[in-house]
């Protein structure tokens, strides 16, 4: 299995709901990346998780939760979101230390929030 | 800190056409990784190709080939012989060789279009 699996591909949100993002991967990665990239623009790193513990937050909003329940899964909660957090949530995973191999990323969740 | 330029925002070029598109990077590291992704209208990124910058020798991926320039610290992609599922944007990345936190820097991204 060579892939970085994102549900659900598509969400529609209200500013007072809660939902959550996932992301799996079975590659025996042991980093797992959150990005958030707006139309035409470069992904921008939102979260790092190395061996499940978080080791890097790219001082992104409390509205956004992380969470590392295992080595394969990535989790995103979302609560309380703008507008402005309409975006596309890319899940990324790779080798630590990293290789030349790079990162594998998942073909995102598009969240519209309303 | 390292800094990623594509200072193109898009490119067109003819189907069976070459095109070349330009990346420059900033980094006082000695050794790293260049990378090309591909994100096509269906979101994934896609690793096109990959360069060590201790190997002196262009990486080539059938029809994808770079120009690595360590020294101009330029790293540009090639494509042959374009074909329509080429269309897509297209993101130049650094990262670090080494490092528990390394991770990637992107360019801003270019645009190509295949014309039928």
């Known amino acids: 299995d060579t892939e970085v699996t994102q549900t659900p591909k598509h969400l529609v949100m209200g500013m007072t709901n809660k939902k959550s993002l996932k992301c799996e991967q079975h590659?025996?990665?042991?980093?797992m990346y959150w990005y958030k990239q707006k139309a035409k623009k470069p992904p921008e790193l939102m979260f790092v998780y190395s061996y499940e513990k978080l080791s890097i937050n790219e001082s992104v909003p409390s509205r956004f939760s992380p969470e590392c329940p295992n080595s394969s899964l990535l989790n995103l909660h979302l609560h309380a979101l703008q507008p402005e957090d309409s975006a596309l949530y890319l899940c990324a995973s790779s080798q630590v230390p990293l290789t030349g191999n790079g990162y594998t990323f998942g073909s995102g969740t598009r969240l519209t929030v309303v | 800190a390292q800094t990623v330029t594509q200072s193109q925002p898009e490119m067109s070029v003819q189907e069976a056409e070459t095109v070349t598109l330009s990346c420059t990077y900033d980094?006082?590291?000695?050794?790293?990784?260049l990378f090309w992704y591909k994100q096509p209208p269906s979101r994934q990124m896609i690793l096109v190709i990959r360069q060590e910058a201790y190997k002196q020798q262009n990486a080539t991926e059938n029809r994808f080939s770079v120009n690595f320039q360590k020294a101009a610290k330029s790293f540009s992609l090639k494509i042959s012989d374009s074909q329509l599922g080429d269309t897509a944007m297209y993101f130049c990345a650094f990262m670090n060789h080494t490092g528990a936190n390394s991770k990637l820097t992107f360019g801003k991204g270019i645009t190509l279009s295949v014309r039928p």
């Open positions: 980094t006082s590291e000695n050794n790293y990784y």
């Open positions: 590659m025996g990665h042991r980093a």
